[in-house]
C-alpha cells in the first residue's frame, strides 16, 4: 500500500482501523498523500489497539498481534513522535 497515493475514504479508513489499510506500520511511515498528523494519528490508533490485545491475551482472550508495539513505536520515532499519552492505555477492568 506504500506505493500508492491514499485517497481521502483510504485515509479515514486507516484512521478507523489501520489494518485495513496498511500491512505494518512502516507502510504507514511511507505512504504518500497522508500528512504526518494523519500519519501519527493512524499509528497512534494502532498502539492503542495492540494495547487492547495485550490485554485481552493477558485475561486469556485469543488473539493475534500481528507485529509487536515496538514496531508501532519505531514508526512513530521515524516521524517524530512518541507514544500517545493523551489517552489511557486499556486495562483490565
Known sequence: ?????????????????PSVVFKCPGDVVSARGVSDDEKIRILHRWEYDILEEEVA??????????????????????????PDHRHPSPAKQ
Open 57 to 82: 491475551q493477558e485475561e486469556n482472550m485469543p488473539g493475534e498481534l500481528p507485529f509487536r508495539l515496538s514496531d508501532v513505536l519505531d514508526a512513530l520515532n521515524a516521524l517524530g513522535a512518541g
Open 1 to 17: 500500500m506504500a506505493d500508492k497515493n491514499l485517497d481521502r475514504s483510504m485515509i479515514d479508513a486507516a484512521l478507523l482501523n
